[in-house]
Each structure stands twice: as structure tokens, then as C-alpha cells.
T-cell receptor
Framework: AQSVTQLGSHVSVSEGALVLLRCNYS??????LFWYVQYPNQGLQLLLK??????LVKGINGFEAEFKKSETSFHLTKPSAHMSDAAEYFC????????????FGSGTRLSIRP | DTAVSQTPKYLVTQMGNDKSIKCEQN?????MYWYKQDSKKFLKIMFS???????INETVPNRFSPKSPDKAHLNLHINSLELGDSAVYFC???????????????FGPGTRLTVL
């Protein structure tokens, strides 16, 4: 079975500070890993994903994440936070299989202080 | 053009009623999904269809019945609504199902269902 744990339901950083959102996964097979962002009153939008290959994945809006198999982690970072980054962030895991579903974490709300 | 659209955006109804939520995607994708997001933002898959065929059916009360008239549409019908059905329901689509677990899912804007 696969699962995802997001550490911290709420993270608050100052504008211009480093953003670090933590995600750990559990999977018995090589996983596919995703970060989605949900702005208020909107649907989810893909930020980035890891399938195979390079373990450092760059996404939209200056975000990136690194797949670390030894740590079973896929933390999301951004060097300098903008006010527009305030949103809910979801880490998710799936695997190659027909009818495989994506399992979402519980989400981390990112707040940006002026 | 909206890629994945849902109607209605808001739905307020009484317990015991029957309601439907419609979803359409114009991306040419083969797979569509319904998710439920509860008040704590927890997102859980309910159903998935590939080319009108049901491929994922999670443990969902049989009061919930998805219907896919064609691969661009996936509607959700809910019978005998209960207070616990209040949530935001998201429709999503992705390109393929076999390799589709790595495919990006495109989400609709959500339907906020409130059962009184």
C-alpha cells in the first residue's frame, strides 16, 4: 500500500524567505511523486512531478523538489517566497499500474507574512 | 477555454434530496475522476472512468452513482443526500490510464455541496 505524510498542516514564512514543505512517502515499488497547489476556491494544479530520471525536479513558479529514495522524501522548496505563493499544497504518490490511483497527503497551508 | 468544467459551482439542498453534478473536459483525455474534499481539505478519490468504463470504485456509498455518457463527460448523481455528504467535489481528467498514474491530472474548479 502507498501513503503520503505531509509534516506540518500550516507553514508560515516571511516574504522573500525560503519555503520548505515536507513530504514523506511509503511505497513498496518505485513511486511516482507529485506536488499540487490549490489556490483559494480553485481546483488543484500540478506544480511538478517525479517519475524517473533526474531526482531534482523543477516546476512552475520557481518551485523544485528532490526525490530522495534513502529518506523516502520529496520535499518542496522555493528560494524566495512571494505573497502569491499563499495556498494549500498537496504531496501525492502513485505507481505504474493500470487503474492505479493517486494518493494525496493531507495538505499543508502556506501563509506568507509581509 | 476551460479545460475541465463543472456545474453547478455551488449546490445547497435539503437532506434526502437527489442531486447531480456535471463535469466536462475538452482536453481529449481518456480518463476522468471524481474526488471528494472534506472540510479539513483531505482529498480522496471516489471514482475513475476510462473511455466510459469504470476502473476505480472506492468504498463509496451506493447512493453515489457516476455516469459517463462519453469520454468527455463524467457526471455524479447522489441519491438521498445526507449531512455528511457536504464537501467540495472535484472532477479531474488525465491522458491515459495504463501509464496514467504518472500523468498530470487536470482539475475542475469544484462544486461546493451543502446539505442542510
Amino acid at each position: 500500500a502507498q501513503s503520503v505524510t505531509q509534516l506540518g498542516s500550516h507553514v508560515s514564512v516571511s516574504e522573500g524567505a525560503l519555503v520548505l514543505l515536507r513530504c514523506n512517502y511509503s511505497s513498496s515499488v518505485p513511486p511516482y511523486l507529485f506536488w499540487y497547489v490549490q489556490y483559494p476556491n480553485q481546483g488543484l494544479q500540478l506544480l511538478l512531478k517525479y517519475t524517473t530520471g533526474a531526482t531534482l525536479v523543477k516546476g512552475i513558479n520557481g518551485f523544485e523538489a528532490e526525490f530522495k529514495k534513502s529518506e523516502t522524501s520529496f520535499h518542496l522548496t522555493k528560494p524566495s517566497a512571494h505573497m502569491s505563493d499563499a495556498a494549500e499544497y498537496f504531496c501525492a504518490v502513485s505507481r505504474y499500474s493500470s487503474a492505479s490511483k493517486i494518493i494525496f497527503g493531507s495538505g499543508t497551508r502556506l501563509s506568507i507574512r509581509p | 477555454d476551460t479545460a475541465v468544467s463543472q456545474t453547478p459551482k455551488y449546490l445547497v439542498t435539503q437532506m434526502g434530496n437527489d442531486k447531480s453534478i456535471k463535469c466536462e473536459q475538452n482536453l481529449g483525455h481518456d480518463t476522468m475522476y471524481w474526488y471528494k474534499q472534506d472540510s479539513k481539505k483531505f482529498l480522496k478519490i471516489m471514482f475513475s472512468y476510462n473511455n466510459k468504463e469504470l476502473i476505480i470504485n472506492e468504498t463509496v456509498p451506493n447512493r453515489f452513482s457516476p455516469k459517463s455518457p462519453d469520454k468527455a463527460h463524467l457526471n455524479l448523481h447522489i441519491n438521498s443526500l445526507e449531512l455528511g455528504d457536504s464537501a467540495v467535489y472535484f472532477c479531474a481528467s488525465s491522458q491515459d490510464v495504463v501509464s496514467g498514474s504518472s500523468d498530470t491530472q487536470y482539475f475542475g474548479p469544484g462544486t461546493r455541496l451543502t446539505v442542510l
